[in-house]
């Protein structure tokens, strides 16, 4: 069973920065892609952004620009860098991989919270 651990959410004042961090349990290597999704209170999930195991990444319109996701190949680890962070970034974000057998496999989530 694969696991994803989150962590790096918190509070933030509009235009900070967060760094989330999402280690898995095997080579991320093992996975055709890996990445980030939130749902905001009374809405749903909603992506975020991806990296296949190519190295391409895909953004949704409203994060590009200010969002970047990246791998540590060695660390097993997924990263999503938040700049210029606003009050309608909040939301709880989940790590999400999908395996070459297009299993789907979800971290536990972390809490971001902005303040305006």
């Known amino acids: 069973q694969v696991q994803l651990v989150e962590s790096g959410g918190g509070l933030v004042q509009a235009g900070g920065s967060l760094r989330l961090s999402c280690a898995a349990s095997r080579s991320i290597f093992s996975f055709n892609h890996m990445g980030w999704y939130r749902q905001a209170p009374g809405k749903q999930r909603e992506f975020v952004a991806v990296i296949g195991s190519d190295g391409m990444t895909t953004y949704a319109n409203s994060v590009k620009g200010r969002f970047t996701i990246s791998t540590d190949n060695a660390k097993n680890t997924v990263y999503l860098q938040m700049n210029s962070l606003k009050p309608e970034d909040t939301a709880v974000y989940y790590c999400?991989?999908?395996?070459?057998?297009?299993?789907?496999?979800w971290g536990q989530g972390t809490q971001v919270t902005v303040s305006s």
């Open positions: 999400n991989a999908r395996s070459w057998q297009r299993d789907d496999y």
